[in-house]
């Protein structure tokens, strides 16, 4: 049972439904850039993330993309929670940025326990609750931020305190669900006033703290 302790909601079942939930799940591997789910596939399980990244991603029917939310150790992947709770295949890409591992809870399992388990529902809604909190503000941001600042906001949070953020136009543009010649633009405005640097592959910040107050404009 120790990857029940890695979720905090799943540690408050009872040691019955927690054996109920090891003795039938399965730990899974599964190496980087791997899609692990996209449109039209039905998920078979619950899927816990013990290890690595997986990136949310949606595609729209012009082929522009949006990055919708990112799946970290310890979380669940909310998207396959509503296909499972709706019976429906999945109607976004979800992408291994790292090497993952993680826990497939069966459907007949998830439907037992959802059903009879006052914990697990805990467990399931609020997390489902959190993400969609989390997917009205990138609509928000989306509709109405300025692109400029939220490009500030994506390279700060990409640098994690580095100076080098390894990354393309085209990547950027995905994070922000925005045309990649939007994004060269104001890269290129960036580079002028001397906050970025540009090269292949790659943005050097020159000056963070310019980037932050236009973040926090």
Known sequence: MQWIKRFEGLSALEPADQQRLTDNSSIMSVPKNTVIFG????????????????RVQQLSEKGREIVLYRVRAGQSCVLTTACLLAVEDYSAEGYAETDVQAVGIPLKIFDELVGRSSHFRQFVFSAYASRITELFQIIEDVAFQ????????KLLELAQGCVDIPTTHKQLAVELGTAREVVSRQLAEFQRREWVGLSRGKVRLLDATALENLAHN
């Open 39 to 54: 449109p039209g596939k039905t998920p078979n399980n619950l899927l816990l993330l013990l290890e690595g990244t997986v």
């Open 146 to 153: 300025r692109v400029d600042i939220r490009l500030a906001e």
